[in-house]
């Protein structure tokens, strides 16, 4: 079991990234606005979570303008998508053993 739980990526393991990852491997494409509000977080919290996330690629962050109002929205990569599944699929490994 030692060898699996170092496995884990600690990028994903912790409780905001996983929640963001979480909410976008069911959405894809979440407003800024609205996943602060989901997840209870300050601006500045929030952006620094993304900004370790698109730093290792699993997220982008698109932004945009709506009626000359700035729009940042959230997407999950491929490679995001595929981290997430193989945490998870850790996880059931790490249950069973």
């Known amino acids: 079991m030692k060898d699996l739980l170092e496995h884990i990526d600690e990028v994903i393991h912790q409780k905001t990234r996983l929640g963001i990852l979480s909410m976008l491997a069911a959405q894809e494409d979440i407003e800024f606005s609205e ?35 700035p729009k940042t929205n959230i997407l999950i990569s491929a490679a995001g998508r595929t981290a997430l599944q193989n945490y998870l699929e850790l996880l059931r490994k790490i249950i069973e053993s």
């Open 35 to 69: 996943l602060k509000n989901r997840l209870g977080l300050t601006d500045g919290n929030l952006s620094s979570h993304i900004a370790l996330l698109e730093k290792n690629g699993l997220v982008r962050v698109k932004k945009s303008f709506v009626r000359k109002k």
